[in-house]
């Protein structure tokens, strides 16, 4: 099995940014402002409903500090040595890479900035991904090192946001917002996760975390929005026992909330390729000038 390493230079041997993953068709990273928003497991039923769907489709765990992609795909077995390269591991048809195939669960990673710049490097630069129709990067939450490494490493279609209902979730989708713009990354769309809650029992539906915060957010930016997921305790057991929920229980109505938001945003992909060239749809100075204002204004 091949082995990360995290001490050495970072070593870009002058090659173009392509050259890393040549066989890859879309980049996409999902992001959020902050932690506890569900933004893994988001990462994780988007890939595998592209999967499903007939797509080649990667899942790249950017997130070195809180490596989970691993056991909510349930994907036991670590990667393979190949040729002096790094075949990647499958779970659900989606290929597979993560810092915890690496580090023993119970170590703690405590690494600067260079040694995560060189760890994801590898992750582009030594593993097999082959031909895929998407490959998804599950960066860490907020705004740092990763964010940064990824941007300057490959060229992103694009990063979709995902937020929680609350109207505090503006500011979190604000700081994405300005990270993005600053390294010229286009924004795919808006998720709204923990959206609601229907009672097993009763079916009466509650706004737990308020209504609408991730849909106004998108319509105040003027980027799409491409769903809004219930919370429910069956997308959590799925998660923590490595079968997302796409799987679990396909005919469920919180699978087909995933399937169609993975549906909406290969139809965005689609768009912004055949229209615009990879282009946001919306131009810097609009969204700066939407950033400052508050949500409530006109």
């Given amino acids: 099995m091949g082995e990360v390493n995290v001490g050495g ?13 040549p066989g890859v068709k879309h980049v996409i990273a999902i992001s959020s402002g902050k932690g506890g928003v569900g933004k893994t497991t988001v990462a994780v039923n988007l890939a595998v409903a592209l999967a499903q769907s007939g ?20 994907v036991h077995k670590p990667p393979e040595q190949q040729d002096g390269k790094i075949k ?9 890479i993560s810092i915890g195939f690496f580090v023993p669960e119970e170590t703690a990673v ?36 990763a964010q940064l490494t990824i941007s300057q490493l490959v060229p992103l279609c694009g990063a979709v946001t995902v937020t929680t209902p609350q109207e505090v979730a503006l500011h979190d989708v604000r700081k ?17 996760n923990m959206s609601y809650y229907v009672c097993g029992h009763c079916g009466e539906r509650s706004e737990i975390f308020s209504y609408g915060g991730g849909e106004r957010a ?17 997308i959590r057991q799925g998660g923590d026992t490595g079968m997302p ?14 399937r169609g938001i993975a549906a909406a945003l290969g139809a965005r992909v689609h768009t912004m390729n055949e229209g615009g060239g990879g282009k946001p749809s919306v131009s810097v100075e609009s969204l700066l000038k939407k950033i400052k204002r508050p949500l409530g204004g006109g």
């Fill in 55 to 74: 797509a080649g489709v990667g899942l790249m765990d950017a997130d070195v500090y809180g490596p989970n992609v691993p056991i909510m795909m349930g």
């Fill in 245 to 258: 929920i796409v799987v679990a229980d396909p005919s469920s109505p919180q699978a087909a909330a995933f």
């Fill in 176 to 192: 994405g917002l300005m990270m993005f713009q600053k390294v010229n990354v286009p924004l795919l769309g808006i998720i709204e």
């Fill in 218 to 234: 998108a319509e105040k930016f003027g980027i799409p929005f491409l769903g809004r997921i219930p919370i429910d305790p069956a």
């Fill in 88 to 96: 990647p591991a499958e779970g659900h048809g989606v290929k597979v």
């Fill in 9 to 21: 230079e970072t070593a870009g041997g002058g090659k173009g940014t392509e050259a890393l993953i």
């Fill in 110 to 145: 405590v690494w600067r900035g260079p040694m995560i710049h060189t760890a994801i490097q590898q992750f582009f630069r030594d593993v097999l991904w082959g031909e895929l129709d998407y490959l998804f990067i599950d960066l860490p939450p907020g705004t740092g090192d």
